[in-house]
């Protein structure tokens, strides 16, 4: 079964920064890439950026480029979302997501991680 | 300001069918394949309609989805009070190398 696990709930200051992980398993990972997927209080769905799971090809949807970064860990099959600085307005739940290709125009975020709370407040 | 577009809100009787849209453009559905999410509050959004009409294992046949040009539509057949949720659209965008774009989300109602 392909399960995605993402890290606790956190509670940081702004200028803090923060790192959160999603440990992927019961698939086997060459050839998946992983999605960042934010939604901030009672709001949709943001693509934030996508890793491919050896770490080789990273790429940042451009509203978040320069504002965290996304790393893997293909050993332990883990992929991580960093802030160096939060801020009040990155408090939101994080959502990681298997990404599959199953043809040249054919793609699905397959499956999700439980969501990872982020508040970020003085 | 979502690049796919939805409407904030849809609602329906027990029993009934509903429809709920999805626009975009040449570069996102015109192109590629729309997905539909699912998300009941306080969970993640759950995979129901992928490649424009396919149903993961497990959803029932009540969920059905389309495609035409740079539109797409999801249908939901036989209402039930459990449908209530948030329901998104979602299709790879080959703009700026590639980035997933979402609709803004329709909350449905089962009155």
């Known amino acids: 079964e392909v399960q995605l696990v993402q890290s606790g709930a956190e509670v940081k200051k702004p200028g803090e920064s923060l790192k959160i992980s999603c440990k992927n398993s019961g698939y086997t990972l060459s050839n998946y890439w992983v999605a960042w997927v934010r939604q901030m209080p009672g709001r949709g769905l943001e693509w934030m950026g996508i890793i491919y799971l050896d770490g080789s090809n990273i790429r940042y949807s451009p509203s978040f480029q320069g504002q965290v970064t996304i790393t893997a860990d293909r050993s332990i099959s883990t992929v991580y979302l960093q802030w160096n600085s939060l801020k009040a307005s990155d408090t939101a739940m994080y959502y990681c997501a298997r990404h599959v290709r199953d043809g040249d125009n054919e793609r699905k975020l397959d499956s999700w991680g439980q969501g990872t709370l982020v508040t970020v407040s003085s | 300001q979502s690049v796919l577009t939805q409407p904030p809100s849809a609602s329906g009787t027990p029993g009934q069918t509903i429809t709920i849209s999805c626009s975009g453009n040449t570069s996102n559905i015109g192109t590629n394949t729309v997905n539909w999410y699912r998300q009941l509050p306080g969970t993640a959004p759950k995979l129901l309609i992928y490649s424009n009409n396919e149903r993961p294992s497990g959803v029932p046949d009540r969920f059905s989805g389309s495609k035409s040009g740079t539109s797409a539509s999801l249908a939901i057949s036989g209402l039930q009070s459990e449908d209530e949720a948030d329901y998104y659209c979602?299709?790879?965008?080959?703009?700026?190398?590639?980035?997933?774009?979402f609709g803004g989300g329709t909350k449905l109602t089962v009155l």
């Open positions: 979602a299709a790879w965008d080959d703009s700026l190398n590639g980035l997933w774009v």
